[in-house]
């Protein structure tokens, strides 16, 4: 199979608007929505974003015909790495305010929509990344610790590591990307893939932890950053959360600032990551009456609320079409499958 180039991506854009053309009217999206540019041709995917009005629920049969419409693509498996992303109308207002997805990289291909805001506000920036790098670490150590060395994977989200600097840069940090000595053999690797080079003795191993560390110094920055906006927190969880099915987060109390993690069971334990983690989750999730916050900074606690109430609108549609909280929207707010979808039935129970 021939190396992607510029023109095969925009080829699969039109066919992917081929597609919504052709399909009946009641399951049409309401807007369409390319996200990023194609920096890296053969190794960059399309993000695609769809959005439906927030009563549909049709969204699990939209994308079977999806799949169906591009099985026969070439290079299918580059472009839709992963399923498109699918929004309720009532939220997607607010994507560039609530995450890292400013105006300026938001082609909108069919349909018209008024977004709240042109970038990234600040202190959903602060929560966002805190988001992303504890779901960056995972998948690392994921990625890492199996069997099946998946490079593609691993490229994607080291490449990451570059908006996350980005982000925290626009915060007040001074991270230059030349001092992360993994993120850099991740650039130059898929520089090379994307001239067509195949034979790069990458160390997938070195190469995983190494990412671990790097995301881990990015943490501790943000994580001291919030620090200094918070008073206390009082849990009755004490120092631990699930995170995942089979991932804890322990001693979040003891203020360790390096990151530890061991298997037992079956189940993932990860010492390093701090209190800050926990308020932020239960201030999403739970009870009032289960846990006490007092910031500082006021202006963080109307954030968290803010990101409260648009978790709740995504959840909401998540759950009546796909039965899951996460869906299609690749959010992961500090938590990930049963354990998300537990807390976001709570939440909507509101």
């Known amino acids: 199979m021939n190396k992607a180039n510029i023109k095969d991506y925009e080829d699969a854009i039109s066919f992917v608007m081929e597609f919504v053309s052709e399909i009946p009217k009641n399951i049409t999206p309401e807007l369409v929505i390319h996200n990023g540019h194609i920096k890296s041709p053969g190794i960059s995917d399309i993000d695609m974003v769809f959005v439906f009005k927030d009563e549909f629920v049709f969204s699990e049969y939209f994308l079977h015909l999806f799949s169906k419409k591009i099985e026969k693509l070439e290079h299918k498996s580059i472009f839709f790495y992963h399923q498109p992303h699918i929004f309720p109308l009532s939220a997607i207002n607010d994507l560039p305010y609530m995450t890292y997805n400013p105006v300026s990289e938001l082609k909108i291909l069919k349909g018209q929509n008024d977004f709240s805001s042109e970038n990234l506000d600040s202190y959903q920036n602060m929560l966002n990344s805190y988001e992303q790098i504890h779901n960056r670490i995972i998948t690392l150590i994921k990625l890492k610790s199996t069997d099946n060395k998946n490079i593609h994977s691993l490229l994607l989200t080291g490449h990451s590591m570059v908006h996350t600097i980005n982000c925290l840069n626009m915060l007040g940090a001074e991270f230059k990307i030349d001092n992360f000595e993994n993120l850099l053999i991740i650039e130059k690797a898929r520089k ?159």
């Open 192 to 350: 090379l893939l994307t001239i067509g080079e195949k034979n790069m003795p990458l160390n997938y191993d070195n190469l995983c932890s190494g990412l671990i560390n790097e995301f881990f110094k990015l943490y501790n920055w943000l994580d001291s950053l919030f620090e200094k906006k918070i008073i206390s927190h009082f849990s009755k969880e004490k120092d631990i959360y699930q995170y995942d099915n089979d991932v804890f987060f322990i001693k979040l109390n003891s203020g360790k600032k390096d990151l530890k993690f061991f298997t037992n069971n079956n189940n993932l334990f990860l010492e390093g990551f701090s209190w800050v983690s926990l308020l932020i989750l239960e201030n999403y999730f739970s009870n009032q009456s289960d846990f006490i916050s007092i910031f500082s900074d006021n202006k963080l606690m109307e954030g968290i609320n803010k990101r409260k109430k648009f978790l709740k609108k995504i959840t909401n549609f998540n759950f009546r079409n796909f039965n899951s909280a996460v869906g299609r929207t690749g959010l992961h707010p500090l938590v990930r499958n049963n354990r998300y979808n537990w807390l976001a039935r709570n939440l909507n129970a509101d």
